[in-house]
T-cell receptor
Framework: KNEVEQSPQNLTAQEGEFITINCSYS?????LHWLQQHPGGGIVSLFM???GKKKHGRLIATINIQEKHSSLHITASHPRDSAVYIC???????????FGTGTRLTIIP | EPEVTQTPSHQVTQMGQEVILRCVPI?????FYWYRQILGQKVEFLVS????????KSEIFDDQFSVERPDGSNFTLKIRSTKLEDSAMYFC????FGVGTEAFFGQGTRLTVV
């Protein structure tokens, strides 16, 4: 059973700051997913990665397979980035996602 | 852009009643999922569905739960006799190819059991 842990649980930052959210998992995975959940509850997929690094706009996701660790970075943060960011792991041999507890990000103007 | 749609967005039901949560996955996707999130907790896997049958289910998915793809477009989750602890946000998701492919989520159905 994969354990997925995130840190920090809550993060408040000023607009423009560089944000890092961390995710670690306990067993090997087929892919690591970063998701965004807005206050209304809907979940949006941001990234899926199994190695290296991906970038989309101001968001960057990295993964270190050997260390079983992934990070989500947000550059030039903006109040509209305020949301809960969740990492989830998909494991070899099954289709389900195992979710972390989420990081609640608040960007203050 | 294709999206997963769920109805209703919010449902209130009395304890012991049956509820059906509905989802329309993305049309060319082959794998379908239900997840739930109890308020303040992490999202939990309930069930995955492929080729018209359940491919995996969690311990939560007991005999009170069932899933169905009745007409090739809808994907439903039925709870036969709701309990207070079934109150949660239920998310439907779909993916084209299952393991290691991106899952697309619906906006969720908030189920409140009173």
């Amino acid at each position: 059973k994969n354990e997925v842990e995130q840190s920090p649980q809550n993060l408040t930052a000023q607009e423009g700051e560089f944000i890092t959210i961390n995710c670690s998992y306990s067993v090997g995975i087929s892919a690591l997913h970063w998701l965004q959940q807005h206050p209304g509850g809907g979940i949006v997929s941001l990234f899926m990665l199994s190695s290296g690094k991906k970038k989309h706009g101001r968001l960057i996701a990295t993964i270190n397979i050997q260390e079983k660790h992934s990070s989500l970075h947000i550059t030039a943060s903006h109040p509209r980035d305020s949301a809960v960011y969740i990492c989830a792991a998909s494991n070899f041999g099954n289709e389900k996602l195992t979710f972390g507890t989420g990081t609640r990000l608040t960007i203050i103007p | 852009e294709p999206e997963v749609t769920q109805t209703p967005s919010h449902q209130v039901t009395q304890m012991g009643q049956e509820v059906i949560l509905r989802c329309v996955p993305i049309s060319n996707h082959l794998y379908f999922y239900w997840y739930r999130q109890i308020l303040g907790q992490k999202v939990e896997f309930l069930v995955s569905f492929y080729n018209n049958e359940i491919s995996e289910k969690s311990e939560i998915f007991d005999d009170q739960f069932s899933v169905e793809r009745p007409d090739g477009s809808n994907f439903t989750l039925k709870i036969r006799s709701t309990k207070l602890e079934d109150s949660a946000m239920y998310f439907c998701a779909s993916s084209f190819f299952g393991v290691g492919t991106e899952a697309f989520f619906g906006q969720g159905t908030r189920l409140t059991v009173v």
